[in-house]
C-alpha cells in the first residue's frame, strides 16, 4: 500500500504558474508509475502526465509544452510544474500510483483543486 498526499494547489491568473507536490509513504523506487490526472466540474478524470520508475514521462497533448513531470527519489515526492496556465486547467488534481505485482493496484490522493481564472 502507498498513502499519496498532495500540496499546491490554489488560484492562479491565466499565464501564471503553479507546481504541485506529491508525497508518497514509501520509496517511489517501489512504484511503478506515478501520474497526475485532473477532473475538472461535469467532466471525467483524465491522464494529464505520468513518470515512470525509470524516469520514462507521457503528458497529454494540451498540456505539452507547459506542464512538466518530475521526481525527488530522495524526497519519494513527484511534482507537477504547470506554466503558462489557461482557464482550461482549471479542476481537481490528483496524484495516482500505480504498483503492479502479478496484478496492478491503483492509490489515488486526496486531490488539490487548482483553479484559473481569465
Known amino acids: 500500500q502507498v498513502q499519496l498526499v498532495e500540496s499546491g494547489g490554489g488560484l492562479v491568473q491565466a499565464g501564471g504558474s503553479l507546481r504541485l507536490s506529491c508525497a508518497a509513504s514509501?520509496?517511489?523506487?517501489?512504484?511503478?508509475?506515478m501520474g497526475w490526472y485532473r477532473q475538472a466540474p461535469g467532466k471525467q478524470r483524465e491522464l494529464v502526465a505520468a513518470i515512470t520508475s525509470s524516469g520514462r514521462t507521457n503528458y497529454a497533448d494540451s498540456v505539452k509544452g507547459r506542464f512538466t513531470i518530475d521526481r525527488d527519489n530522495a524526497k519519494n515526492t513527484v511534482y507537477l510544474q504547470m506554466n503558462s496556465l489557461k482557464p482550461e486547467d482549471t479542476g481537481v488534481y490528483y496524484c495516482?500510483?500505480?504498483?503492479?505485482?502479478?496484478?496492478?493496484?491503483?492509490?489515488w490522493g486526496q486531490g488539490t483543486q487548482v483553479t484559473v481564472s481569465s
Open positions: 495516482n500510483a500505480k504498483i503492479v505485482v502479478i496484478t496492478s493496484t491503483q492509490y
Open positions: 514509501r520509496s517511489i523506487f517501489t512504484i511503478n508509475a
